[in-house]
């Protein structure tokens, strides 16, 4: 049976759902979230809830649907969750570059909120912190894939630090892994950092917690 876990290694690997426009209904991928995923011409409901329960609840060929507020609501009430924010999801590959990573320090505790928030979401959560304040945490989220998110302080915005940080991420992952970052659309100034530090744009994701 097809796990959220296989649909998203295949992504990291090149192999994307079938755009045909269909959905695809998974179990939830852990007791922590479900979510909906919408890539080029598919969908992915990843929820404890039936295959032919969706398919009564979407038009066929409706690609907006699996994320319109009717359908979320409905989910959201038979699974006892609530929609949260639509995200773009982006993804890079693992890099070996040692001069991105020159000043980070690692953070050992939880004060920052930054922080907090990472370990809300994911587990084996590591944080850094780089000479001007910035920190880009990394760790487990959905499904077990690598995740990071960034924050640049107000004072340095606009100098290349969140550019520097995306890609930091990159660097502190293993190798032969793919990380995951996921960004409000609205947030321009944060997409166009990790675009580029050469994430790509693959599909976007509403969680359901």
Do not use: K
């Amino acid at each position: 049976m097809t796990t959220l876990a296989d649909i998203l290694r295949g992504v990291e690997g090149g192999v994307f759902p079938a755009p045909d426009l269909g959905v695809t209904v998974v179990s939830a991928p852990s007791a922590r979230e479900a979510c909906v995923l919408a890539f080029t011409g598919h969908s992915v409901v990843a929820a404890d809830v039936d295959a032919a329960w969706v398919a009564d609840r979407l038009p066929p060929e409706d690609l907006a649907a699996p994320v319109s507020p009717p359908f979320l609501t409905a989910l959201g009430q038979a699974t006892g969750r609530q929609a949260q924010a639509l995200d773009a999801m982006l993804l890079a590959p693992a890099v070996a570059d040692a001069a991105v990573l020159a000043g980070l320090e690692e953070l050992t505790s939880r004060d920052h909120p930054r922080v907090r928030r990472a370990f809300e979401f994911r587990d084996d959560v590591r944080a850094y912190v780089d000479p001007y304040g910035g920190v880009v945490t990394t760790g487990r989220g959905v499904a077990g894939r690598l995740e990071c998110a960034i924050e640049v302080p107000d004072s340095v915005q606009g100098q290349g630090h969140g550019r520097r940080l995306a890609r930091a991420a990159r660097a502190l992952i293993p190798a032969d892994t793919h990380i995951w970052a996921q960004i409000t659309p609205g947030n321009a100034a944060s997409l166009r950092a990790f675009l580029a530090a050469g994430y790509r744009l693959v599909g976007s994701e509403i969680l359901l917690l």
